[in-house]
């Protein structure tokens, strides 16, 4: 069973950053890709960025720009870096996998809270 677990979020002051961090339990080139999502009080679950195997990386609009998507294979370990934060970026964020072609699966972390207020 595939495993994913984040780290690094926390309470940060407008205009501050933060990196959050995903670690798999199994090697993370076995994924299609992954990425992070967000869930704010209230509303949908929302895309904030993904990142391919080959490490082609795409970015909502709402954060492109301000967050970069990277990885670390050698650690099996996935991150967010979130630059300029603003007080609608308050939200849990979650690690996503996405795994196989045709039947595909999709795993989720547990999720970490960000939460930006002065």
């Known amino acids: 069973q595939v495993r994913l677990v984040e780290s690094g979020g926390g309470l940060v002051q407008p205009g501050g950053s933060l990196r959050l961090s995903c670690g798999a339990s199994?090697?993370?080139?076995?994924?299609?890709?992954m990425g992070w999502h967000r869930q704010a009080p209230g509303k949908e679950r929302e895309w904030v960025a993904s990142?391919?195997?080959?490490?082609?990386?795409n970015y909502g609009d709402s954060v492109k720009g301000r967050f970069t998507i990277s990885r670390d294979d050698a650690k099996n370990t996935v991150y967010l870096q979130m630059n300029s934060l603003k007080p609608e970026d308050t939200a849990v964020y979650y690690c996503?996998?996405?795994?196989?072609?045709?039947?595909?699966?999709?795993?989720w972390g547990q999720g970490t809270q960000v939460t930006v207020s002065s």
């Open positions: 996503k996998a996405t795994k196989g072609y045709g039947l595909v699966n999709f795993y």
């Open positions: 199994e090697n993370i080139f076995s994924f299609n890709s």
């Open positions: 990142i391919s195997t080959e490490g082609t990386t």
